[in-house]
């Protein structure tokens, strides 16, 4: 990355930051409520001559045979990489960061929260057009693990209501919220609610605990590798600075930014 553009990118983070609160990273213990007042802009052209994926054939749950119930990574053997965003925040640096990913070629998995999405229903088109996964990260972005029965069955179908009405599909990815794992019984609630397996992730960027974009690469590169699967978050300047450079050493190394279908595919 240029150093022209990358002071133009922290330039529009820092002030979109100004506007509101940003979303709170799992497992942070922090609750702050994403903050946006305006709707999603519309859909960016795709710059990578890619055909556009369409609401209209959302991809539903599978099951992978050979996969765990619950993916941390993908094969080993293959140069690609899946970027999988906590979805939630700023719709605004949401575009940013898909947008700078559809403009180098890459294609990322979003798992967003419900209430997100009940706030910016835009957003679910918006992120399959760019030929993204889209999957279900509970409706209220609580600690999920943590609840009883009932009420963690409620925040798996509830956010799956939403993605079914918005796309056809109850989204391709489960994530528990507040955990980079899911117990027992949220794994089987899961299962019940047709996602046959949690993704979960071999790589944590850190974005959530605001580190600045720098750290946020550095956390990324020094860990990923083939079939790795990276957690990150919409909703932080930071990672909006911090993708572009991910992206170029990505492929640098000649590996591959894919949808978590894609690399598991």
């Not at 922090?30 to 994926?53: F, H, L, Y």
């Not at 279900?136 to 609840?147: G, L, Y």
């Not at 609610?193 to 974005?207: K, M």
Request: with cysteine; aromatic share 4%; hydrophobic share 40%.
């Amino acid at each position: 990355m240029t150093t022209t553009n990358r002071r133009e990118v922290l330039r529009a983070g820092a002030g979109l930051v100004a506007g509101g609160a940003l979303a709170a990273g799992c497992g942070s213990g922090q609750d702050t409520p994403p903050a946006a007042d305006t709707s999603a802009s519309a859909p960016a052209a795709d710059a990578s001559g890619r055909p556009a994926v369409t609401a209209r054939t959302a991809r539903a749950p599978r099951a992978y045979a050979g996969q765990p119930a619950q993916i941390t990574h993908g094969p080993r053997t293959r140069p690609r990489v899946a970027l999988t965003f906590h979805g939630q925040g700023d719709p605004h640096l949401a575009e940013s960061l898909l947008s700078t990913a559809e403009q180098r070629g890459a294609r990322l998995t979003v798992l967003a929260v419900g209430t997100w999405l009940d706030e910016h229903p835009a957003l679910a088109r918006r992120i399959l057009d760019g030929g993204h996964d889209l999957g279900n990260h509970t409706q209220r972005h609580v600690a999920v693990n943590d609840m009883a029965e009932p009420e963690a069955r409620r925040e798996i179908t509830d956010c799956a209501e939403r993605l079914k009405r918005l796309t056809g599909s109850i989204g391709t990815w489960f994530r528990p919220s507040r955990s980079p794992t899911a117990s027992p019984l949220v794994a089987g609630l899961a299962r019940a609610a047709g996602y046959p397996h949690v993704l979960s992730y071999d790589v944590d960027s850190l974005d959530y605990t605001r580190p600045g974009a720098d750290a946020i690469t550095r956390n990324v590169l020094a860990d990923v590798r083939a079939g790795s699967v990276v957690s990150l978050h919409f909703g932080y300047p930071d990672t909006v600075a911090a993708l572009p450079a991910v992206l170029h050493e990505l492929d640098r190394r000649q590996l591959r930014a894919v949808t978590t279908t894609e690399l598991l595919s």
